[in-house]
């Protein structure tokens, strides 16, 4: 794949297997050689069938498709090359890919337009577009074919990588066509296939990086080694926005590999010819910093800030009926939900490598924005943005913490006093305590109920604006669309609903997107919200939902799917309950059913998951199921441990024994049911995290009765519970 360094002489695997039993992993180097420059780069044409930015196909018939998302492990690469392969009739088994260069003109994200991987849209912005593009190539390799017959292109059909004429038996494999079909000119509107036609969407294909992954073959952006390359790792000040007042770095240079200590105003960097010197130099120095003005800040500082916030009129992101008058009429009752800062803690640290010359500078990372990160790097370089080269790889993990381009700037501000290329990787201490943190929310809701229905609904989100920093154009009148998603959307039927945002930015704490985003504020805040209510009014929480979803069928399908399927109405034991979740999150019908049991000293044990998913045509039904499985788990764990404080300001947590994630033996078994049907693609990646915390959290209510409104799950006030 373009742009990767792999090891010459010795294997990941072989690095699993027999590096760590003979010693300490970065305690020596690795013989490498440079591999950075393929032969062909992926936009290179020549010989080559080009009829757009996404394929490319030789004279030997092998097609290479050029991905314009990244994969971080949510199947991306193989569900993209499915749709593309799909119209373009290839043959999959002879499907490569490679990493689209930075340009947000040729590649960018249709629902953002600039090129970017996230908010689990993937496969719905590029569903359209590159099945045009597939079928665009198709319709000029026929004309090719067809030319050279003589005969009506109407005759001719495509197969796995051939134009086949079934009245004469003639066929003409794709590398055969591909001069003739550079002289065609594709057509603008070529006719997409009937999906009843599909003979790859729908299937469940195994994944296309999957094998390099298993023999050690892949190289994430942490793998990449150049000649002559150094090693650095960096400490920011642990005190928000402080800066560094003064260095001694006497002991770090007698650490055996150090090579040199990079002192810049807000970050030390250590820089060694492997990464254990690099990290044991690190520790060794002895660094005074300057707090600030944020040397006082606490985690109670910032959640009194925000309630205040909470408390005044915010922007008007939707107003149906008459709210004033729906408020007046019937049983008011009032809530409010907090959800805190969560790190993304992905399990390859942030890293970037650099090599900066006097007039250019390259790089190599994993990212989810790889134009905004070369355009960066090239600010931060004083370069033109075309001196600067970007070269992508899979990432270990994403999860919205790649979707920033910080950690390249600073390796590129390291790099200026390095004499070439350099890797700095992040401690994990480091990745948690200088993370770009989800924010914080606190949310109001009012409802009124007559005659067991919702007559109002008053909801109010406070938080930060994340897009109104990183996509400021879609920053409107005052109105966060990401956080207010799934609020002012909700699929139920409220004759009065008025939905407010009230922008509050915590001081010095730097908020960016999670996994989940917007909705896994609001899913929480509303489902939760539904259960009391439906408690309030003596309804059973489905049959509460059901009745307000007379215009929704998909979400009728899902809500009836996933009761089925979870027993529920069956009797529970004691402290053990059901817990509901519908969503409208990313333009898919999903309805989760967490089980789970409270013990007597407030510990929670996960029995069961059950998730019914329409998310209209399953490209990979296998992908689906997968991304569910791992959303949920990566949304439980927020919802049991997930939380960000800050004493001093001073990140309190540092590593997973303080920062936990759910461990093997507490996941419990997870029961994904798909619904399928012709209607376009939904998004999947992130609707797991969501659904998580709130059907947990129901579960709990019901369990012991306890209505929870803030997370993490804070066991003393469920232990003892009554059920």
Known sequence: ???????????????????????????????????????????????????????????????????????????????????????????????????????????????????????????????KPLRSAGASARAALVQAAAQKWQVDPASCTTSRGEVLHAASGRTLSYGELVDAANAQ???????????????????????????????????????????????????????????VVKVDDSAARKVPGVQKVVVLDDLVAVVGDHMWAAKRG?????????????????SKDIWEDLRAASEKDGVVARSDGDIASGLATGERFDASYELPFLAHATMEPVNATVHLRPDSCEVWTGTQVLARVQSEAARAAGLPVEKVIANNHLLGGGFGR??????????????????GPVKVVWTREEDIQQDIYRPVYHDKIAATLSDGKIVAWKYRISGSSVIARWLPPAFQKGIDIDAVDSAVDIPYEIPNVHVEYVRAEPPAVPTGFWRGVGP??????????????????????????????????RFLAA???????????????????RGVCLQPSFASFIVTVVEAEVDELGEVNLRRIISAVDAGIAVNPDIIVAQLEGGLIFGLTAALYGNITIDKGRIQQSNFNDYRILRIDQTP??????????EAPGGIGETGATAGPPALRNAIYAATGVALRRLPIERTLIAGGKS
């Not at 794949?1 to 010459?8: E, F, K, P, R, Y």
């Not at 690795?30 to 992926?42: G, T």
């Not at 023999?215 to 928000?240: Q, R």
């Open 402 to 419: 790649k979707l920033e381009p910080d950690m390249v700037v600073k390796a590129v501000r390291i790099a200026k006093h390095v004499d």
């Open 559 to 577: 809500l009836d799917l996933a009761a089925a399927k979870s027993g529920w109405g069956q009797p529970l034991p004691s402290r053990v309950g």
């Open 520 to 553: 896994n504020n609001n899913v929480f805040a509303v489902e939760c919200f539904m259960d009391e209510l439906a408690v309030k009014v003596g309804r059973d929480p489905i049959e509460f939902r059901r009745s307000m979803l007379g215009k929704h069928p």
């Open 185 to 243: 000119t594709p057509p603008k509107d070529a006719t997409l296939k009937d999906p009843k036609d599909f003979v790859l969407i729908g299937k469940p294909l195994k994944r296309i990086d999957t094998p390099d992954k298993v023999n050690g073959k892949v190289v994430y952006g942490i793998d990449v080694m150049l000649p002559g390359m150094k090693f650095a790792t960096l400490k920011a000040c642990p005190i928000l926005g402080g800066k």
């Open 1 to 127: 794949m373009t742009g990767q360094a792999v090891l010459s002489d010795i294997s990941r695997r072989g690095l699993l297997t027999g590096g760590l039993a003979s010693g300490f992993l970065f305690a020596f180097r690795i013989p490498v050689r440079a591999f950075n420059e393929p032969e062909q780069p992926p936009n290179d044409t020549d010989g080559k069938f080009a009829p757009n930015a996404f394929i490319r196909i030789d004279r030997l018939g092998k097609t290479t498709l050029v991905m314009p998302q990244v994969e971080m492990g949510q199947g991306t690469y193989t569900s993209i090359s499915m749709i593309l392969a799909e119209e373009l009739d290839a043959d999959f088994a002879q499907v490569a890919v490679e990493h689209a260069p930075p340009n947000d003109k040729l590649y960018g994200n249709p629902v953002f337009g600039i090129q970017v991987t996230g908010n689990s849209n993937s496969v719905r912005a590029f569903w």
């Open 669 to 678: 078994k997870i029961e994904i049911h798909l619904i399928r049907n012709g």
């Open 282 to 298: 690190l520790e060794a120095l002895t660094i005074d910093w300057d707090g600030g003005a944020n040397a006082q800040l606490s």
